[in-house]
């Protein structure tokens, strides 16, 4: 019998993504989430676990050869939730015969501000980041991989930048570009748009993370997945109005940071997103060339991944109105 998958989070948008690219390789799947009944294929076993209760956790990693940590939770909750999610999954995943393969989905934040203004981020970009989140990150990391190292365990980990795509519906793109293209509405983006700005396909996101599974050259290390052709934000935006038949002028204003400042002292949210906002006020580039040369794969291009987006949300649409 094929080897048992275990998805973390599969409730989620990079969880779910990862769920799919699992079946359409026919590998036995174990979804969790802590619902235990999320909308996946339905071949996959389904699981409701609180990955901070290590009982429930244990139970939900039996059996699993490879787990892929995709929970995510809102910014508010990092502190409280993160780091006893890892050191739980750490601690249950290294009782499982053989190590258990563990593969973490992560983004950029470790890398900071002053890491993206030394040019592309590459794995070897010091960990700069002066933000907790970004600290956060950072800790995270060095813990799964320090569990590597003393045998523990084994784990890679993929890095992706701002995602988009099919069911990615919890993405910064979905909140301030799609969602409101859709519905008629003018884009407002708190951008500089003229800034360049990695960007990765949702399904990459999956299919790259199960590729590192199944690499063992992979683990042990950390990996910046395939990204889309750079673009800048105003090269994106005006691509996304193309593919959607639509004449930008007039659709687009950025926000000024001032918005986040004053928002700041009325939630706790977006005091949260103002500690990570310079992210679209400078170059953020992902250098994914390491992946290139030792993993292989080609990302989806940006045209089809803006296509088949739209045509993702003409369907939920669509499905709205049907009675």
């Not at 294929?41 to 676990?49: H, I």
């Not at 794995?123 to 907790?132: C, N, S």
């Not at 784990?155 to 519906?169: C, E, K, L, V, Y």
């Not at 930008?248 to 001032?258: L, Y």
Request: aromatic content about 8%; proline content about 5%; glycine content about 8%.
């Amino acid at each position: 019998m094929d080897e048992l998958h275990v998805v973390l989070g599969a409730g989620g948008n990079i969880g779910k993504a990862v769920v799919d690219e699992l079946v359409s390789r026919d590998k036995p799947v174990r979804g969790v989430s802590r619902s235990g009944r999320v909308e996946l294929p339905g071949s996959v076993e389904q699981a409701a676990v609180d990955a901070l209760d290590r009982g429930s956790l244990a139970e939900a990693l039996s059996g699993a050869a490879v787990v892929y940590h995709c929970i995510g939770v809102p910014y508010p909750q990092w502190a409280d939730t993160l780091r006893p999610v890892m050191s739980n999954l750490i601690e249950e995943a290294a009782q499982q015969v053989p190590r258990t393969r563990v593969v973490y989905a992560d983004n950029l934040y470790c890398y900071g501000r002053v890491g993206a203004l030394r040019g592309p981020i590459r794995e070897d970009t010091p960990h700069l980041a002066d933000g907790k989140k970004g600290r956060l990150r950072s800790q995270l990391i060095q813990q799964l991989l320090r569990a590597d190292q003393e045998g523990r365990l084994r784990a890679t980990i993929g890095q992706g930048s701002d995602f988009f795509g099919p069911r990615g519906d919890n993405s910064i793109l979905d909140f301030f570009v799609f969602q409101p293209l859709m519905s008629g509405r003018r884009i407002s983006i708190l951008a500089d748009l003229d800034r360049e700005h990695s960007f990765i396909y949702l399904p990459d996101f999956g299919r790259f993370l199960v590729d590192l599974a199944e690499d063992d050259r992979a683990y042990g290390q950390v990996w910046i997945l395939p990204h889309m052709e750079v673009l800048t934000y105003r090269e994106l935006l005006h691509r996304v109005f193309q593919e959607a038949g639509i004449a930008p002028e007039g659709k687009i204003r950025t926000m000024s940071k001032a918005v986040l400042t004053v928002g700041s002292f009325m939630s706790r949210m977006i005091r949260e997103v103002r500690e990570v906002a310079y992210q679209t006020q400078i170059d953020w580039v992902a250098d994914w060339s390491k992946y290139r040369n030792a993993i292989g794969g080609e990302p989806t291009s940006i045209g089809q991944a803006i296509r088949e987006t739209l045509n993702w949300y003409r369907q939920q649409t669509l499905a709205e109105k049907t009675p």
